[in-house]
Nanobody
Framework: EVQLVESGGGLVQPGGSLRLSCAASGFTFDDPAIGWFRQAPGKEREGVSCISSRDGSTYYADSVKGRFTISRDNAKNTVYLQMDSLKPEDTAVYYC???????????????????WGQGTQVTVSS
């Protein structure tokens, strides 16, 4: 069974940085694409960034481009999201997701993301 566990969230001031981690188990990290999504109160879950397993290509939402960086360590089965220059509008629960086609998958950047972690809260506030 696929398991994704996020960590690294917290409270940070505007302009600050956080690094989120997603530790995966139950599948070979070489296979799927891995993505980060976020959901703010009252809003739909939205894609933030993802990384391809085939060639390591990375993709970002326009709202985070230039501020966030996704990376992966296949040896550790872990994906990271480095978040710099954080803004109050980045406040949300951040979810790690693996490629999987299900009835409630989210389609983003060419992949269906259907395996989800439990989420980690990121709050940007002074």
């Amino acid at each position: 069974e696929v398991q994704l566990v996020e960590s690294g969230g917290g409270l940070v001031q505007p302009g600050g940085s956080l690094r989120l981690s997603c530790a995966a188990s139950g599948f070979t990290f070489d296979d799927p694409a891995i993505g980060w999504f976020r959901q703010a109160p009252g809003k739909e879950r939205e894609g933030v960034s993802c990384i391809s397993s085939r060639d390591g290509s990375t993709y970002y939402a326009d709202s985070v481009k230039g501020r966030f960086t996704i990376s992966r360590d296949n040896a550790k089965n872990t994906v990271y999201l480095q978040m710099d220059s954080l803004k109050p509008e980045d406040t949300a629960v951040y979810y790690c997701a693996a490629e999987k086609t299900t009835s409630d998958s989210i389609f983003w950047k060419g992949w269906y993301f259907g395996s989800w972690g439990q989420g980690t809260q990121v709050t940007v506030s002074s």
